[in-house]
């Protein structure tokens, strides 16, 4: 394959021209439009400033003056009265008193979260081993229906509702889902 020679070669014609290239044009006339403002503004700016230097010291020609009595003297440095009060709540709020009542908080009992129901005992014992990898420990009963045996695993008990809260959503987080909050009986 020859080389080509790239030095001899004319750069393209198209090509558009570098930003950073001071591109040097002659500049725009400018328009009569643009004279004639700028012509009204050299006239109207040192024409207005003329006229505010000239009626800065002119004093008015008439002077109006109150006439003093002494009825005005008077009103000047008394107060009028306040009105009276059409409504009864400003004295009501005053002489208001708040009662405060009080609370028994009563403690609805110890609480289990149940996280699953199975027919074998393997199954159960499954979800108690993804539930100890979250850090809880969870226990199996067996429950005998009329139908049928079942094992239920199940968290707890808690003394407030809020523990079990705290660990159905570090369940939830974990991927087991299907925790109920029940009453211990």
């Keep these: 394959m020859a080389h080509q020679d790239y030095v001899s070669r004319s750069r393209a014609k198209n090509k558009k021209k570098s930003p950073y290239k001071k591109n040097i044009e002659p500049a725009p006339a400018i328009s009569l439009k643009v004279k004639m403002i700028a012509l009204f503004l050299v006239l109207a700016l040192p024409s207005f400033g003329y006229l505010l230097w000239t009626i800065k010291?002119?004093?008015?020609?008439?002077?109006?003056?109150?006439?003093?009595?002494?009825?005005?003297?008077?009103?000047?440095?008394?107060?009028?009265?306040?009105?009276?009060?059409?409504?009864?709540?400003?004295?009501?709020?005053?002489?208001?008193?708040?009662?405060?009542g009080e609370y028994k908080v009563t403690q609805k009992g110890p609480y289990k979260m149940?996280?699953?129901?199975?027919?074998t005992r393997k199954q159960a014992e499954s979800l108690k081993a993804r539930i100890a990898f979250t850090g809880l420990v969870a226990q199996v009963s067996k429950s005998v229906g009329t139908s049928a045996t079942w094992y239920k695993v199940y968290l707890g008990p808690y003394p407030k509702k809020r523990g079990a809260e705290k660990d159905k959503h570090k369940l939830k987080n974990n991927s087991v889902h299907g925790c109920k909050i029940w009453n211990w009986d």
Excluded: H, M, N
């Design 57 to 100: 010291d002119k004093q008015p020609d008439v002077v109006v003056t109150p006439k003093a009595t002494k009825t005005a003297k008077a009103k000047t440095t008394e107060l009028p009265k306040p009105p009276e009060e059409k409504w009864t709540y400003v004295d009501d709020l005053k002489s208001k008193e708040v009662e405060v």
């Design 114 to 119: 149940q996280c699953g129901s199975f027919k």
